[in-house]
Nanobody, 118 residues
Framework: QVRLVESGGGLVQAGESLRLSCAPS????????MGWYRQAPGKQRELVAT???????TYAESVQGRFTISRYNANNTVYLQMNSLKFEDTAVYYC????????????WGQGTQVTVSS
């Protein structure tokens, strides 16, 4: 099975930056799109950003222009550069890897805590 290990979370003040990393291990066969999701206190898990194997990215409106997802295809490591962090960005951030035809369809990391003080 694919294992996704997130790192880079921490406690920062509003306006500061963090870079999250997602390091996969195990077989990545069939994996294309990878991404980041987050779950804030009292909220449902939401999509933050995704990136395809070709580098096509999508972003949630709430992070558009502030966050950048990137991917190092040699080892499938995925990064999330988070700039101009807001208190509202406080959440556990989860790395996700999807494959459309094989089961299971998605893999998740354990999450990394991002806390932004106002």
């Amino acid at each position: 099975q694919v294992r996704l290990v997130e790192s880079g979370g921490g406690l920062v003040q509003a306006g500061e930056s963090l870079r999250l990393s997602c390091a996969p291990s195990g077989s990545m066969f069939g994996i294309d799109t990878m991404g980041w999701y987050r779950q804030a206190p009292g909220k449902q898990r939401e999509l933050v950003a995704t990136i395809t194997g070709r580098g096509i990215t999508t972003y949630a409106e709430s992070v558009q222009g502030r966050f950048t997802i990137s991917r190092y295809n040699a080892n499938n490591t995925v990064y999330l550069q988070m700039n101009s962090l807001k208190f509202e960005d406080t959440a556990v951030y989860y790395c996700n890897a999807e494959r459309p035809t094989l089961w299971p369809r998605a893999f998740w990391g354990q999450g990394t805590q991002v806390t932004v003080s106002s």
